[in-house]
C-alpha cells in the first residue's frame, strides 16, 4: 500500500490499511471497512489537509480512495486522481537512474565524484557515487549550506546555486565513515546521470522510466502540475499555505499519483526496467543508519517508534519541515539498499511504514514473488 499525505509542511508516505470511500476493485472481506477506520483515525476531519492512498498487487491498482481537502481556499477535495510531490520518495529513481547506467558500464559506483566535475576540489577524488547513494559521503545537506548563505527557503535558487555551494564546501566527514542523511548526495548523483547521458535529468527519467511504463508521472521542481495538491503548514490548528520556489532535483520533486507509485514500484519485482543488474543494486550494499557501518539482512523486522511523528518512508532519511527533521532527535530512520529504501515495494507496491503510537511496531511480512503483496501487521 501507498498513501500520500500533506500537512506539516512535507509530504510524508505512511503504510494505511485502507482510505475512507475508497475506488475498489476487489470486495469479499473487510478490508474496505477498516482501511476507511483507519483513514478517518489518520484525517479526522475532510475538510482539512488529508492523504491519498493506494493499493497494489503486482503491477495493478486494486484499491484506491482518498480524503481531506487538495486545496483548502479553493475547497478541492483529494481523489484518486491527486497528483503528490513525492519528495525525498524521488530519491528511488535517482538511484535507478545511476544503477541504470552502471549497468549499462557507463559509469560505476566506485567511481569517484571527481570524475564528473569541470573543477573538482580536492575532496571529491575520495567520494565515489557509492558513497553518495547510501549517504556516506559526509558531505553536508545543501539546505543548509545555502541557509548560511542568507538564501532563504523563499528566495529563488536551483541546481546550480545548490552545486555550487556543495563545492564550496568541506564534507563534515570523511567518506565511509558513517551514515549522514543528506539531499545534497542525491542531488549530485542527478548531476552525474546528466554529465554521462548528455540529457536534462527531467527527460532521462521520462524517456528510461516514465514512457516505457506508461506511468503518468513527471519530475517537475517548484511547478504547480494541474491537480496537485498543496501542501500546508499546521499551527494550534489553523493551516497556512507551503511552499518554495527551490527548483533543485535528484532529491525530490517527482509528482504522481499513488495508484502511479504502485504501478512504478511492481518494476522492483518484474526488473522490466533494468533487468536482474538494477534489482540486485537496489540491495546490495545495504547498510546501518548507526554510526557504526554494517550489513544489512533485507528481510529483518521493520521497527519504528518516535514520540514527535510517526513516521518511516520510504526514502531513507526525513523529510524537512518548518518544525525540523520528522522524528524524535536522534531517531535512526531506517535505510535500506543505496540510500534508500527499495526493498520494501519490491514485489508487492508497498510501503513499509508506520504511522501510530509512539512505540507501535510494525512487522513487514517476507518478500519474495509468492509474497502476498500489501500487508503490514502490528505486533
Known sequence: MVAWCTTGGALVAVVLAGVAHPQAH?????????????LQELVPSPDGP?????????????????????????????????????????????????LLLAGRHQLALDDPLSDFLEQPPAWTRDVTLGDLMRHTSGIADYQDLLEAKGIELTDPAGQKEAIAAILASQPEDPPGRRFSYSNSNYLLLAHV?????GKPFPAFLQQEFFTPLHL??????????????????????????????????GDGSVQATPGEFVRWAD??????????????????????VGD?????????ELIHASDHVQVRHLASGCFRTSQGCCGSPGQQTLSMGPGRVPQVLTWGAIAAAGFGSPGLRWQREPIGPTAHPGYVRDR
Open 50 to 98: 488529508g492523504c491519498a492512498a493506494a493499493v497494489g498487487k503486482r503491477g495493478s491498482v486494486v484499491w484506491e480512495a482518498g480524503r481531506g481537502k487538495a486545496d483548502l481556499a479553493a475547497g478541492r477535495a483529494i481523489t484518486s486522481k491527486t497528483v503528490f510531490d513525492m519528495a525525498s520518495n524521488s530519491k528511488q529513481f535517482t538511484a535507478d537512474a545511476v
Open 26 to 38: 476487489a470486495t469479499g472481506d473487510d478490508r474496505e471497512k477498516r482501511s476507511a477506520d483507519v
Open 216 to 249: 503518468r508521472m513527471t519530475l517537475s521542481p517548484a511547478v504547480d502540475v494541474p491537480g496537485k495538491a498543496k501542501s500546508y503548514d499546521e499551527k494550534d490548528g489553523s493551516f497556512t499555505p507551503n511552499s518554495s520556489p527551490w527548483k533543485q532535483y
Open 292 to 300: 557504526v557501518l554494517r550489513p544489512r539482512e533485507t528481510n529483518r
Open 267 to 288: 518494476n522492483y519485482r518484474t526488473g522490466r526496467i533494468g533487468g536482474t543488474e538494477l534489482l540486485t543494486g537496489v540491495t546490495e550494499g545495504a547498510v546501518s
Open 193 to 197: 546521470v546528466e554529465r554521462v547521458t
